[in-house]
Structures are given as structure tokens and as C-alpha cells.
């Protein structure tokens, strides 16, 4: 695993990477050229990434999308709902009229906050639980505070996550390998198991896999095995809980332009990310959050339980 970064040495990075940013901007403004959406500006971040920090801002308020009531006085708990994916999820489960908690670490506070005021401006409730889901009890405590403010639970996102790019398996450290495997899987299984005791008939629990956990990736080892993982639980507690008429699915996003990226890849390869797709370009948070909506709601997919969606910017390969 790479030697740990001192404070002012992240700083260092982050303004240098701030200005390497405006150097691109500004010279695809004076070249008279509309801004590409891929490939993005080279950029990064320390981890875990902060979305407000990020240039362009990923795009979650999804303008377009026009609720309908789908999720009408629901109460939902996203993990990793502060940024990403977890915030265009929230406010879209806001717009159609669910009250939702987000659990964040402290570190993302800020996004956190920014995240509960677009809660909050769809006309819905927001809840903040700061916390680390690799850890059972502090997952234990986050579904009861939920409850406590909402009432009831019937909507659970896992999508919390961790990753780390390595050349190599020699370069995973014990600690990295798990990290990532708690943070990843582990932070799932508390979730998911405490959330049981409050999901009634019709309740539904989305998982958030990745490509990597169909098709593996040479430099993300650790990371890939988690998402096959996510991919093999929700398949099993689907099964487990057919009977009780509680659903339970898989989103599997391609590159998606969110902190996660940023916080973990060199700065010539953020400026690729998602280039690669037939669309040439990353996914936008907002254009993944509608998948989630179609699992939670009953209107759309009460005959779907153990299926995993994959959204691949034009991609076909996926089994």
C-alpha cells in the first residue's frame, strides 16, 4: 500500500490539482470550444474525496425528472448518501416523496449538509448519521435512529465504498484488503441484517454493485471482489426473503463521475474516466438515481427481486 500522505502534503496536491484544473478550463474557453464532458479535466483529491471540491460538479439534481409520488411518505436510509450516487439517490427519493437519512463519514460533512438542504427543499425530511459502517453497532444505531425520526424504515441503500487502485496483488496490504472488504460487503451485511427487524411487507433494500464485480479489474483486486460479492448477497437474501415480500437489488454502474474516482486515481487518468464507453464520456450521477426509484418502488417492480441492473454507457459485454 503506498506510504501515507502528510496533511500539508495533500494540501500541496489539492492546489496544484485545483490549478491544473482552471489551466484546462481556460484553455478550451479561449480556444472558443464548448467544454468536453469527457474526457474530464486532470484533477484529484485526498481521500475520501469531497464532491463541492470537484470540477466539473457531478450532476445529480436531475431537472428533468418529474415525481410522481412513487415513494409517497416512504422512509429510506442510503449509506454514502452524502455525494455521488448515495446524493442524486436521495434527492430524487425526496422528489418522489420519501423522507431520507443518509449515513456519512465525518470527513464529508460538508457534502453531507448539502445533500440534506436538497432533501429539504423537494419538501421532505432529512436526517444526517455520521458514522463508518464497517463498524456493526454504529450500523445498529444508525437504523435505529431512523426509525426513531421517521417511524419506520421501509427503503435500505447500501452504497457506501472504499476503493484503492493497485499495480499489483503484492501491493494490497493486509490493511487495505480489510478495509475494503469491511467497508464494502461487511457495512452491507450490518446494514441489511439490522434493517430486518424494521422492513415490513412491500420493503425493498438496493445494493450498489459495479461492473469490476461481474468482469474483475487488474488494479482494483480487493475492490472487484467486494462487488462480486454484493452481487452473490443480493442474489441469496432475495431468496432468503421472497417470502416476506421484501425485494432486494442490485445496481451496477459503469464510471460514474463522482468523489470516489477522483479521491483514487492520478490525475491523467481521472481526465479519462469513462472515455473508454461507447458514449465517451462518464455516467452522471443523475442518470444513474432513476434506477434506484424503479427498485424502491412498488409501482414499478414488485415482480423484480435478485436482479442486478447494469448501466454501461453503451456497453454490452456484461452477463
Not at 454504529?138 to 421517521?150: D, G, P, W
Request: proline share 5%; glycine share 8%; with cysteine.
Amino acid at each position: 500500500m503506498a506510504k501515507k500522505e502528510k496533511k500539508s502534503d495533500k494540501k500541496t496536491k489539492s492546489r496544484k490539482s485545483a490549478k491544473q484544473t482552471k489551466i484546462v478550463l481556460k484553455q478550451t474557453k479561449a480556444s472558443g470550444e464548448k467544454q468536453p464532458k469527457s474526457p474530464m479535466p486532470a484533477q484529484e483529491q485526498p481521500r475520501p474525496g469531497i464532491e463541492a471540491e470537484m470540477n466539473p460538479r457531478p450532476e445529480y439534481l436531475a431537472e428533468n425528472y418529474k415525481g410522481s409520488g412513487k415513494l409517497q411518505d416512504k422512509a429510506a436510509l442510503i449509506t454514502g448518501g452524502d455525494s455521488g450516487i448515495g446524493r442524486a439517490v436521495a434527492v430524487l427519493f425526496a422528489r418522489e416523496g420519501a423522507d431520507v437519512a443518509i449515513v456519512y463519514l465525518k470527513a464529508e460533512e460538508r457534502d453531507a449538509k448539502e445533500t440534506a438542504a436538497q432533501i429539504e427543499k423537494e419538501g421532505r425530511r432529512a436526517v444526517l448519521i455520521s458514522g463508518d459502517v464497517k463498524d456493526a453497532k454504529f450500523c445498529r444505531q444508525a437504523i435505529e435512529k431512523t426509525v426513531k425520526e421517521f417511524g419506520k424504515l421501509d427503503i435500505l441503500v447500501n452504497n457506501a465504498a472504499f476503493q484503492y487502485h493497485q499495480n499489483s496483488i503484492e501491493d494490497i496490504s493486509d490493511a487495505q484488503f480489510d478495509k475494503t472488504f469491511k467497508t464494502n460487503i461487511y457495512g452491507y451485511f450490518y446494514m441489511a441484517k439490522a434493517a430486518l427487524k424494521h422492513l415490513k411487507k412491500g420493503g425493498a433494500i438496493i445494493n450498489t454493485g459495479s461492473i469490476t464485480g461481474l468482469e474483475g479489474s487488474k488494479e482494483l483486486i480487493d475492490y472487484s471482489a467486494t462487488k462480486g460479492a454484493i452481487h452473490a448477497f443480493t442474489k441469496s437474501l432475495a431468496q432468503s426473503l421472497v417470502e416476506k415480500q421484501i425485494r432486494v437489488n442490485c445496481v451496477s454502474p459503469g464510471p460514474i463521475w463522482t468523489p470516489l474516482n477522483v479521491a483514487d486515481k492520478e490525475p491523467k487518468e481521472v481526465a479519462k474516466h469513462g472515455a473508454d464507453t461507447p458514449m465517451k464520456r462518464p455516467g452522471q450521477p443523475e442518470e444513474v438515481a432513476p434506477a434506484y426509484v424503479f427498485f424502491a418502488s412498488n409501482t414499478d417492480s414488485s415482480y423484480i427481486t435478485g436482479e442486478i441492473l447494469t448501466l454501461l454507457g453503451g456497453e454490452t459485454r456484461a452477463a
